[in-house]
């Protein structure tokens, strides 16, 4: 593990020194989570992955997320961000527009179907087909740099039932010239074992989101 | 410095006990039959014995001799330097840290058969790279040939480290058995008082030599003789816990030089008529001020065995211990770093009980000496003694790592301890970290209790916004309906999260006396804040509010939604009015609509089967899949999806399948028994 510090360490300096961060990664990082449709909020989504890459790496988060409306412009102050829900959603016409250019000048999207959510799965993938017409998600390969940043995960891990428990398992993601700029899980990330007052039941969410979540945001940062 | 005290440093010296077992320390006096080897003590014991790297005997010999010595099993590891195979044994087996935290267990001897043929031959190894495994006598155990990856390997170190745990077990029980009875061989009396150097064996054994009438004072006086430390510590400590003194005997020093005015004492003691004074020996005496200090010092020394034997020692006597490190720091302000921690490691271990599984030692050291992994898990283990556990928390709420204070927050409250409140209450205080302010916040929402409520109430004006949202949360939490007046401030908030936060506490706690506030923030500039408001007055009734909320959803797009959703959760149906307003609009604003539909019922069938019967496909398929999931309890939503299958659209039959099929592999799925 030390080894793998001083490596971001080291990664970290090289971006800042190449302004690869945005300004905000002089401080600790702050992170969103995301209202959309107008109305849905990315509520039962666990932080605990904040505190987990405060203690792994050499990274400073804040370690709570900040609650902010993928129309705005604040959006862009926000170099990570999380959007989950249980039900089916319609982008509005502005948040299509804001969401792509976000994506496209350095944020990074991380989106959970809440629980294996079938209704959010099919929305998502409808409205993200609507924002990038020409950038199909596609499965990440199992040797992306994601499945290694910090915690080697060699498999996505779930309950084993529960809707979507016999799909296929992997992480599906857009990319942007040659960066993954948008991950997604349709069997869900929300690590709802740490989270008060949510839960996971029916569905066949990743157990080992904890740590995919913490490689996530650190290939986000430092990629 | 004094030696002469008896207690053990016995954690250090190697005999067939020699291994440390993962068990609670027993305090005195309490029963502690051994317990069978249970699942995870196998993980726990390899945890324990951790080490960087793996140390490998210069050669077969010379592991023989350490394996009899200290009573580990071997693994001899037969490879050659050209062998392909041994390399990436080297590089992916052995490099598992899983695997080398179990080998910490074992003697381990590499030989290369290309030079040393004697010993390649001896265990006819035809092949590399071959793992052997053997008894500490030499004997064969088992044999892994070829490539073994890590995972099998584990696995077989376990069953190994399992195996020796039980025999040791079994080994122990006849010999406590045989004392019992009287029938202990002499030769088997080392092996007895070797025993209480195992923290795993200590209590039981201890127990079983103090029980015996008369005392077994010969024997153990003629063990101060014996040639091995370990022998000589152990029976010292049973002999001075019998007479109340050590009569001077160092058992350091290599008998019988030097201790033979002290042997003739102990001996004299031995054979006398009254050495067992009215039958009950000195037992768990109360340590003197002066002996503490003398044992702090020892504690704190270079010496380890030294140090273990103060910490057993000063173990038993928790109540003087604890002022005496105290007086101990006290009068020694410019201790070094290296001391303050083992100080500190100490009064933990006796300050938490055994208790709910928790090894007072081991989280003891772990809260000291730990990574900051490994010290935050200390944390949240010690919870589980509760309030007792609450004196050693709050020490980490002034750790300089805002982390550390986070986690310390957590833990403090997950021990309910009534405390809690006013440890919390001190760090906010003086507390600089934002993380740790959110979090102290957060958790007071878990603590029943007036103060913990008067501490959010102030936050509810500070100009961090964040802190502002969480005391929110919590007071909502708390389910106190006082509040009214202090929520309602925050209505009125110029940040928009901060309204949106009061406007779900008023929902969440049923303030209706803040309802004419909430139905004024339908009028929000922000539109969020704006369909949190129509969601509150859901909960809250929307009673005169519904001209309000019919002008607004004639105006308002983006709240045509969320209105229907909080009339249809107030139970009141959709106003003919509105569905005039609904049909003249496009379909992009109906299918928000259709988003706050979550069933479809008599209130509101009417607009679902409006928007089934669409000419647009995708507001009729949103429409239709709604009506075939959830609305075929009503006549009129039958009709309707009856008369689009007979129409036969291909994609209005699709999505009314779509949902049929769910229903099926749902109704599959409870037949076949699962989830």
């Not at chain 1, 605990?48 to 990274?59: C, H, P, R, W, Y």
């Not at chain 2, 430390?229 to 009569?247: I, Q």
């Not at chain 2, 507001?619 to 036969?648: M, P």
């Amino acid at each position: 593990m030390k080894t793998r510090k001083t490596w971001i360490k080291l990664l970290m300096a090289a971006a800042s020194l190449l302004g690869a961060l945005p300004e905000v990664c002089a401080e600790a990082i702050q992170c969103a989570n995301l209202i959309y449709g107008g109305t849905h909020t990315s509520r039962c989504f666990s932080d605990e992955f904040l505190s987990a890459v405060q203690k792994d790496t050499t990274i400073e988060t804040e370690r709570r997320f900040k609650t902010v409306k993928l129309a705005s412009d604040e959006l862009f102050k926000y170099p990570f961000t999380v959007l989950t829900g249980e039900k089916d959603f319609h982008f509005t016409a502005d948040e299509r527009k804001n969401l792509k250019r976000y994506l496209e000048s350095g944020g990074f999207l991380l989106v959970s179907a809440g629980c294996s959510n079938q209704e959010f799965d099919k929305a998502f993938r409808r409205e993200i087909k609507a924002v990038f017409e020409d950038k199909p998600l596609g499965a990440l390969a199992a040797d992306h740099t994601i499945y290694r940043t910090v915690h080697p995960v060699a498999e996505l891990k779930t309950k084993g039932h529960g809707y979507g428990a016999n799909e296929k398992i992997a992480l599906e993601g857009l990319t942007v010239g040659e960066k993954t700029v948008l991950v997604y899980s349709k069997h869900g990330l929300n690590d709802t074992a740490h989270t008060e007052g949510c839960c996971c039941c029916g569905g066949s969410e990743i157990t080992n989101a904890l740590e995919v979540n913490v490689n996530i945001l650190v290939y986000a940062l430092l990629y | 410095m004094r030696l002469s005290h008896s207690s053990l440093a016995l954690s250090c010296c190697f005999l067939w006990l020699a291994t440390v077992q993962a068990v609670p320390a027993h305090r005195p006096g309490t029963s502690a039959p051994l317990a069978p080897p249970a699942a995870g003590m196998v993980d726990e014991l390899a945890r324990k014995l951790a080490v960087e790297g793996l140390k490998w005997a210069p050669d077969w010999g010379a592991a023989q001799r350490v394996a009899a010595r200290e009573n580990l099993p071997v693994l001899a590891y037969f490879h050659s330097p050209l062998c392909n195979w041994c390399a990436r044994m080297d590089e992916e087996t052995l490099a598992s840290p899983e695997v080398r935290r179990r080998l910490a267990g074992f003697v381990l001897v590499k030989v290369n058969i290309l030079e040393d043929e004697k010993t390649a031959a001896r265990f006819r190894i035809r092949a590399t790279p071959s793992l052997v495994f053997l008894n500490p006598e030499g004997r064969e155990s088992l044999r892994l040939d070829g490539f073994t990856q890590a995972e099998r390997l584990v696995g077989v170190l376990d069953g190994i480290l399992a195996n020796r745990l039980q025999s040791q077990d079994q080994r122990l029980q006849t010999l406590l058995a045989q004392l019992r009875e009287g029938k202990l061989p002499d030769e088997a009396w080392a092996e007895v008082v070797v025993a209480l150097g195992n923290e795993r064996y200590r209590a039981p054994t201890e127990q079983a030599l103090l029980a015996l009438r008369p005392l077994p004072r010969v024997a153990l006086v003629r063990l101060l003789e014996h040639g091995l430390l370990t022998v000589r510590l152990g029976a010292l400590e049973v002999l001075e816990e019998m007479a109340g003194d050590d009569f001077g005997f160092n058992p350091w020093r290599d008998p019988p030089a030097d201790n033979e005015e002290a042997l003739g004492k102990w001996r004299q003691w031995s054979t006398a008529t009254n050495a067992d004074g009215a039958g009950q020996p000195a037992f768990f005496r109360v340590l003197a001020a002066a002996e503490i200090g003398d044992l702090l010092q020892d504690l704190i020394g270079d010496d380890p065995d030294r140090a273990a034997r103060a910490r057993r020692l000063l173990r038993k006597d928790p109540d003087s211990c604890l002022e005496g490190i105290a007086a101990f720091v006290a009068a020694h302000p410019g201790l070094p770093a290296g001391a303050g921690r083992r100080l500190r490691e100490l009064r933990y271990a006796l300050q938490l009980p055994v208790v709910n599984g928790l090894d007072p030692s081991s989280v003891a050291h772990r809260l000291v000496f730990g990574n900051m992994d490994v010290r935050l898990k200390a944390l949240r283990d010690v919870a589980v003694a509760r309030q007792q556990a609450v004196p050693v928390i709050a020490e980490f709420l002034g750790d300089p790592d805002a982390l550390v204070r986070e986690t310390a927050v957590d833990a403090l409250v997950t021990t309910g301890g009534r405390e809690a409140v006013g440890l919390l209450e001190a760090l906010l205080q003086k507390e600089t970290d934002a993380n740790v302010v959110y979090v102290v916040l957060r958790q007071l929402g878990n603590l029943r209790s007036k103060k913990g409520l008067g501490m959010l109430l102030r936050y509810l004006e500070d100009p961090n916004e964040d802190f502002v949202i969480v005391a929110l949360e919590s007071i909502a939490k708390l389910r106190v309906d006082t509040v009214g007046e202090a929520v309602g401030g925050c209505l009125k908030d110029r940040r928009w999260r901060v309204r949106t936060a009061a406007l779900k506490t008023a929902e969440v706690l049923t303030l209706r006396a803040l309802a004419p506030m909430v139905v004024a923030l339908l009028d929000d500039p922000d539109e969020f804040v704006r369909s949190s408001a129509v969601a509150t007055l859901a909960k809250l009734g929307v009673g005169d509010a519904l001209p309000k909320l019919e002008e607004i959803f004639a105006r308002d797009d983006a709240l045509k939604g969320p209105i229907v959703k909080a009339l249809l959760a107030a139970d009141q149906a959709i106003p003919a009015t509105m569905l005039q307003v609904l049909a003249a609009r496009p379909v992009s604003v109906k299918l928000a609509v259709l988003d706050n539909v979550e069933s479809v019922d008599a209130k509101v069938a009417v607009l679902v089967v409006a928007c089934a019967t669409d000419a647009d496909p995708d507001l009729a398929c949103a429409g239709l899949r709604l009506l075939a999931a959830k609305g075929l309890a009503q006549a009129s939503c039958q009709a309707t999806v009856a008369q689009q299958v007979q129409q036969g659209d291909r994609r209005r039959l699709l999505a009314i399948m779509e949902v049929a099929a769910v229903e099926t592999k749902v109704l599959l799925a409870r037949a076949a028994g699962r989830p």
